[in-house]
């Protein structure tokens, strides 16, 4: 057992995307959790495919069926023993099958309540259906991803469901832990998409009061505006990433590229189109192999762009061990690092169900217990 939430007991109510992503990282940091499944579910998979579903390693699967009264009666017994409970429903959903937050806090004054909603628990939108590029359209994080008289470039999923949505809520689980160890009182989290997504944008909102951002998309200095701050495509047609933004390093990157400085003023922005392909018709001229030689290891404030399949293989990522192999599937390795109380993956993604008899046992139900309800079809 390692990692700084050691000790921490988290009952997760499975779900899709960003739920899944939270329990992920709390498990990577040591905390005991638990993954509620719907009973149906556990004859869908085997733990040789499950391996692949990457969200879900770290911890175990109980089935339960909560359409039963004896398996609400089950997962209301498990948050009376949980620190923190997380689920991923609609706004009333949870109440509706019985595990709402106001009855598991009178059965756990203690307990931390984490609710990952799109668009939160509250508000016109609230009761809709979405998904991550939804969320941060109306957020306003989705507006400025893009070029120039380009539309806006959906990141895949990375800001709404998982940045805005699954961290925030792992991080305001483990705020409200902190609080309610001193207060002795849990409480409801509420994390949206929509409103995490919206605290990401918060440096851009503050450039654009000083009118330091333009809502012209792809013209600033961070959009692929300028050309200090971009992608070029090599020889190759492999991509490498330029971020010279800083006096010193912007000398430098002129300097590596063989332009006169006084050619090409940095802040000119009239001349950035002209500068920007510039820079392009140079960087065509060599592979990215070719680049790297060149400008690894310098100042420049570069890096190649590398495929998920590439990455892991990078000496830099290599000696730091940032991915890292669980039962034959390269992943990304848990973050942060902790220099007394490291983090690490306990087990791989486990199947529906995997864990039924072992968790609830350890968890205190007695063997008559778990056999009762197996045999009322209330866990599976």
Known sequence: M??????LKVLEIAGIGPGPFCGMVLADLGADVVRVDRAERVTDRDPASARFDLLARGRRSIG???????????VLDLAAEADVLIEGFRPGVAERLG????????RNPRLVYGRMTGWGQTGPYAHTAGHDINYIALSGALHPI?????????????????????MLLALGVCAAVIEARVSGSGQVVDAAMT?????????FHGLAATGAWSTERGTNLLDTGSHMYDVFECADGEYISLGSLEPQFYAEMCTRLGIPIAEMPEYDRARWPEFKERIRSIVREKTRDEWCA?????????????SL???????????RATFIEVDGITQPAPAPRFSRTPGAIRRPPSAAGQHTDEALAEWGFAAERIAALKASGAIA
């Open 294 to 306: 060149l400008l690894e290891g310098t100042d420049v404030c570069f890096a190649p762009v590398l």
């Open 146 to 166: 893009g070029r120039r008289g380009e539309a806006p470039v959906p990141p895949v999923n990375f800001v709404g469901d998982f940045g805005g949505g699954g």
């Open 64 to 74: 339960v069926d909560l359409k039963n009264p004896e398996g609400v009666a089950t």
């Open 195 to 203: 409103d995490g997504s919206a605290l990401l944008t918060t440096m």
């Open 99 to 106: 595990i709402g937050p106001d009855v598991c806090l009178e």
């Open 2 to 7: 390692s990692g700084p939430l050691t000790g």
């Open 309 to 319: 399949t590439e990455a892991p293989s990078h000496p830099h990522n290599r000696d």
